[in-house]
C-alpha cells in the first residue's frame, strides 16, 4: 500500500541536544510538509517542499532546518530542542496543493 | 489569530443520530475548504473538501455545507456510527492549508 512512513514513532532527546525526525512516502509526491502540532492545538505547517524547492514559513524558528535528498525522503533537524519543542511531528505529502497525506506522527519528548 | 475556528472541542452524539461539526473562518480569500479525521495514533486522513463557489458537497454519509456570508461551514454525519468516534479537523486553503484545532467526536452507544 501506498503510504507516508515517519520514523521513529516516538523520540526522547535531551534538552540542546541536536535530533533528526525522518519521513518517507511512496506515493511519490512532489511536495512534501512538516508540521508541528501541539497539544488540543492545530497542526502549524513549519516549512514544505515542493520537489527541491524548499518553503520556509516566515514564524518557524531558525531552530527547525530541513532536507530532502530525494523524492521519498524528507528530514527534519531541530538543532537545539528546548522544552517548548516537545510535540506530535507530522509529515505529509501532496501532489495538489488542497489534499494532503499524513504519516502517524513522532511525538517528540524533550528531558 | 485564528483563521480556522472549531470553537467546540468535544462533541456527543447518540448512535444513528446526526452529528453536526462547525467551522468559522475570517479570511475571505480561502478558496478551498476541508475536513480531515483523525483516530488516536494515527495521522489525519483527509474526509471531504467543497470548493468556495459551492455550497454543498456530499460522499456517503458526509455532508459539508458552506455559508460564505456567514463565514461558515459544517459536517454532518449521518447516521453517526461508532467508528465516527474521532477528532475531526477543519481546514481552509489560500496559499497553504491552515488548520483549526479540532473537535473531538464521541458516538454514544
Known amino acids: 500500500d501506498a503510504m507516508v512512513i515517519q520514523n521513529p514513532r516516538y523520540q526522547v532527546t535531551q534538552f540542546g541536544k541536536p535530533v533528526t525526525l525522518s519521513c518517507s512516502q511512496t506515493?511519490?509526491?512532489?511536495?512534501m510538509y512538516w508540521y508541528q502540532q501541539k497539544s488540543s492545538q492545530a497542526p502549524k505547517l513549519l516549512f514544505h517542499y515542493y520537489d527541491k524547492d524548499f518553503n520556509n514559513e516566515a514564524d518557524t524558528p531558525d531552530n527547525f532546518q530541513s532536507r530532502r535528498p530525494n523524492t521519498s525522503f524528507c528530514f527534519l533537524d531541530i538543532r537545539s530542542p528546548g522544552l517548548g519543542d516537545a510535540a506530535m511531528y507530522l509529515c505529509?505529502?501532496?501532489?495538489?496543493?488542497?489534499?494532503?497525506?499524513f504519516g502517524p506522527g513522532t511525538r517528540l519528548t524533550v528531558t | 489569530d485564528q483563521q480556522v475556528k472549531q470553537n467546540s472541542p468535544s462533541l456527543s452524539v447518540q448512535e444513528g443520530r446526526i452529528s453536526i461539526l462547525n467551522c468559522d473562518y475570517t479570511?475571505?480569500?480561502?478558496?478551498?475548504f476541508l475536513w480531515y479525521k483523525k483516530y488516536p495514533a494515527e495521522g489525519p486522513t483527509f474526509l471531504i473538501s467543497i470548493s468556495s463557489i459551492k455550497d454543498k458537497n456530499e460522499d456517503g454519509r458526509f455532508t459539508v455545507f458552506l455559508n460564505k456570508s456567514a463565514k461558515h461551514l459544517s459536517l454532518h454525519i449521518v447516521p453517526s456510527q461508532p467508528g465516527d468516534s474521532a477528532v475531526y479537523f477543519c481546514a481552509a486553503r489560500d496559499d497553504k492549508i491552515i488548520f483549526g484545532k479540532g473537535t473531538r467526536l464521541h458516538i454514544l452507544p
Open positions: 505529509a505529502t501532496g501532489d495538489r496543493s488542497y489534499e494532503q497525506y
Open positions: 506515493l511519490n509526491h512532489n511536495v
Open positions: 479570511n475571505s480569500m480561502f478558496d478551498y
